[in-house]
């Protein structure tokens, strides 16, 4: 797990050295625990990029502490940073889906609640604090697992092995970077673009082997996209993977099941998002899609 937070970490170190924030860490040694590293290192990575968010608006010293400790019957990771804090109010809303605290147009407020959604997936829990007279602090903990075979047994992959160049159109800032670290992380060439305009910007000078395209964009949505990939890279129209986070109207699904494309829901399930771009890159004709 330490590995997992390191490479995090690591990921996130341009972003930090932007915003002169010092970071401290304090990882004990851990037990294994049985887990899907890629979805944890998402966990990490939504952490640190909240936290980057809420203190660079401040004008003191920035530091961000990261902790890992073993307890009994599991271990802990502490995110905590000297930032804003979350307004007492808001302390009991910061993990439900769409709630944010950013500015307009800075966040959906998804990456929280996809985070708990993971750890609680793996039988742990996820809080948050105001720390007097500083920031925040995050804390997960995780069980060791039940499985006699943890150290041995492979842990699951969220992406494909094949190096490919993936092309992630998602308008929420936070998470289009996770997804794009993610991508990179795993050996892939990952691209990214926050608008619809942008990402046809990009599909005329470039060529992808994959595009993950969010349904809803500001200027040009995902429909205008897809339009645009139909009539101008129609070789592409197979390695589409849509995403939406609102609940669909009847015009958007009958648009999606009409695209015959898989379509991932919001907050991701990052081993479905694994699964699908496999079939894409490798033209699995049975991939899931729009029902």
Not at 18 to 44: E, G, K, M, S
Not at 113 to 126: K, Y
Not at 155 to 160: C, D, E, H, L, Y
Not at 176 to 201: K, M, N, P, S, Y
Request: charged content about 20%; glycine content about 10%.
């Amino acid at each position: 797990l330490n590995e997992v937070l390191g490479a995090a970490l690591k990921l996130q170190a341009p972003e930090f050295e932007l915003n002169r924030i010092r970071v401290v860490t304090a990882l004990d040694p851990l037990p294994r625990v049985w887990a899907d590293p890629h979805q944890l290192q998402q966990v990490f990575l939504n952490l640190f990029s909240n936290a980057t968010h809420a203190m660079k608006s401040t004008a003191r010293d920035l530091v961000l502490r990261v902790l890992s400790t073993a307890h009994d019957g599991g271990v802990s990771i502490v995110v905590e940073d000297n930032g804003t804090g979350v307004p007492p109010e808001y302390l009991g809303r910061v993990f439900d889906p769409f709630f944010t605290t950013k500015g307009v147009g800075e966040g959906t407020g998804l990456g929280l609640s996809l985070s708990i959604g993971i750890v609680e997936a793996h039988g742990g829990r996820m809080s948050v604090e105001n720390v007097p007279s500083t920031g925040a602090r995050f804390t997960i903990r995780l069980p060791l697992g039940q499985r006699a075979e943890v150290d041995d047994a492979p842990m699951a992959s969220a992406v494909s092995t094949r190096s490919a160049r993936i092309l992630v159109v998602e308008d929420e800032a936070a998470l289009r970077g996770i997804l794009v670290d993610i991508f990179t992380a795993a050996g892939h060439r990952a691209a990214e673009a926050g608008t619809g305009r942008a990402a046809i910007g990009l599909l005329e000078h470039e060529t992808y082997d994959a595009v993950v395209l969010d349904l809803m964009l500001p200027e040009i949505d995902g429909h205008g996209v897809w339009q645009w990939i139909l009539t101008h890279r129609p070789l592409l129209t197979d390695r589409v993977i849509f995403m939406t986070g609102d609940t669909l109207s009847a015009g958007s699904q009958q648009f999606l099941e009409g695209t015959g494309r898989p379509v991932l829901d919001k907050p991701l399930a990052m081993d479905r998002l694994g699964q699908m771009v496999d079939a894409v890159l490798v033209g699995d004709a049975e991939v899931e899609c729009a029902s």
